[in-house]
C-alpha cells in the first residue's frame, strides 16, 4: 500500500541530522516540520527569510503574518530569526543550508529534476529551487512515484524544462526510498506491503535492485 504526504513527511524528517540547517521546499516537504525528532536540533529555513521555522500551528497559534515560501501560515521555534529575502538567499548561495527538500514533476536517474515548468500550464513558477540545487550540500527529492494517470515520475531522462542538473541524491516516494548514483536508481527500502515488482513497473528509469529490500520504519 502505498504512503500517505503525512507518512512520505515522517520518513523524510528520518533524513534530519543533529544541528543541520534544512530548507523544506512547499507541499509534502513542509509536513516534514512536524515530524522532527525529539533527540535532534535543527534549524528550518525558508527562502522567504525565516530561520527557526517551527511546525503547522494550532488553531489559537495562527498569526496571518508568520508565513513560510508557500504563503502557508506557521510557527518560529525558539532562537528563530527573521530577515529579508537577500539574506535568506545569500544564506543558501553560500552554501550554508546543509539540506533541502524539494518537491518535483520529474526526477532522473542522472540526478536532473523538473520542478518548476509544465508547458501549457499555470504553475506558481521557480520560486528558490534553482538557487536550493545549486547551493545545498544535500538535495532530497520527495513525490508520488507515477502522476495521476499511473506514469512514472522517474525518468531515464527528464521531459520537462530541468530545474538542476546531477544534484539529486535521493528520492523518497509513495512507495520506496531511492539512491541516485551512477547513472542508475537504486532502491533502498520499500513502503511496507509494496512490492518490488510494482516498484519496478512504476519506475521508467534506470532501477538497481538487490536481493534484499527492506521495510521502511516509522
Avoid at 507518512?7 to 509534502?28: C, K, P, S, T, W
Avoid at 520506496?176 to 532502491?187: N, S
Amino acid at each position: 500500500m502505498s504512503l500517505s504526504r503525512e507518512q512520505i513527511a515522517m520518513r523524510v524528517a528520518q533524513e534530519f541530522g543533529d544541528g543541520h540547517y534544512i530548507n523544506l521546499g512547499i507541499g509534502i516537504p513542509t509536513l516534514a516540520a512536524n515530524y522532527v525528532a525529539d533527540d535532534i536540533e535543527v534549524m528550518l529555513q525558508s527562502e522567504n527569510g525565516l530561520l527557526g521555522m517551527g511546525p503547522y500551528p494550532t488553531e489559537e497559534q495562527v498569526d496571518a503574518d508568520m508565513i513560510n515560501a508557500g504563503k502557508e501560515t506557521v510557527t518560529a521555534a525558539t532562537g528563530a530569526s527573521i530577515f529579508n529575502s537577500a539574506e535568506s538567499f545569500a544564506m543558501i548561495r553560500g552554501g550554508h543550508v546543509d539540506l533541502t527538500v524539494l518537491g518535483a514533476f520529474e526526477v532522473d536517474c542522472h540526478g536532473n529534476i523538473a520542478s518548476w515548468m509544465i508547458p501549457g500550464k499555470l504553475i506558481k513558477g521557480m520560486g528558490g529551487a534553482m538557487d536550493l540545487v545549486a547551493g545545498a550540500q544535500n538535495i532530497i527529492v520527495t513525490m508520488t512515484h507515477a502522476d495521476k494517470h499511473g506514469n512514472s515520475k522517474l525518468l531515464e531522462q527528464c521531459t520537462l524544462p530541468l530545474t538542476g542538473v546531477n544534484c539529486i541524491n535521493k528520492i523518497i516516494t509513495d512507495l520506496a526510498v531511492i539512491e541516485v548514483k551512477d547513472g542508475a536508481f537504486h532502491l533502498v527500502e520499500r513502503a511496507p506491503g509494496v512490492s518490488i515488482d510494482e516498484i519496478k513497473s512504476k519506475t521508467a528509469g534506470k532501477l538497481v535492485v538487490t536481493d534484499n529490500v527492506p521495510e521502511m520504519m516509522f
